[in-house]
């Protein structure tokens, strides 16, 4: 099969020739897949991820070197791990449809659940990346791809992270009146920016450093109101 994957009609033969024998062809796993067909342990067929389509040789060898050093463990955690640019866009949506993170899904999970979550994992990745690359970590407040708290031992930095959209006029103005609530309350925490629009995090400069307070919470989540802003405590 491995060898045939470029021939659609003797694959469906091999296939066909598999269920006669009740073997099944599993679909392809980011967990389990090889490059090519292999046996798993029940004796069944497990499809390799080169026959996904848009997927290269290079993907492939990607997830492989990012699976060596552990198992992925959520959509996130394989996002976070393997290189983005070239498992790109493409590549992830034909491994979706192809079930090869089905295994992070619920059992119940519909193709458009499916889609939604994926958004979110690689939100949740782009994310981690561009703090880590400021020098800073998400704490355990992070949520993984199903919803579930995720337990970190990484500390770090006091950041006040927002979240906030350019794409829509009330996050522009919400983000102007967080600013000017900002430059009330002088001090030592550093500000982060998530532009949900573009999924691009920065951290403001030191100027705009605060001092936390009770006060300084309730005037920012009045701002929150205004529009789909997102105000939180990070490490």
Avoid at 48 to 72: T, Y
Avoid at 84 to 108: H, I
């Amino acid at each position: 099969m491995t060898m045939s994957m470029s021939s659609a009609d003797k694959m469906k033969a091999y296939a066909a020739d598999a269920r006669r024998h009740q073997i099944a062809v599993l679909p392809p796993s980011v967990v389990t897949s090889a490059r090519g067909y292999s046996v798993d342990q029940d004796g069944d067929i497990r499809t390799g991820l080169l026959a996904v389509r848009n997927v290269g040789e290079g993907a492939v060898e990607a997830i492989l070197e990012a699976r060596k050093s552990a198992p992925f463990t959520s959509l996130r955690d394989f996002l976070q791990r393997v290189n983005t640019r070239v498992v790109n866009r493409k590549a992830l949506d034909s491994l979706l449809q192809a079930g090869a993170f089905d295994e992070f899904f619920p059992a119940d999970s519909d193709a458009l659940a499916k889609a939604q979550m994926l958004e979110e994992a690689q939100r949740q990745a782009d994310e981690y990346r561009q703090f880590a690359g400021l020098g800073l970590m998400l704490d355990a407040d992070s949520l993984d791809a199903s919803g579930e708290r995720e337990a970190s031992a990484q500390t770090g930095q006091e950041v006040l992270y927002i979240r906030y959209s350019s794409g829509t006029q009330q996050g522009k103005m919400a983000l102007k009146k967080i600013q000017q609530v900002l430059t009330t309350s002088p001090g030592e925490v550093r500000v982060a920016l998530y532009d949900v629009k573009t999924r691009r995090t920065r951290l403001l400069g030191d100027k705009w450093n605060i001092a936390l307070s009770p006060e300084l919470m309730t005037l920012l989540e009045d701002v929150v109101g205004m529009g789909n802003v997102k105000v939180s405590l990070r490490k």
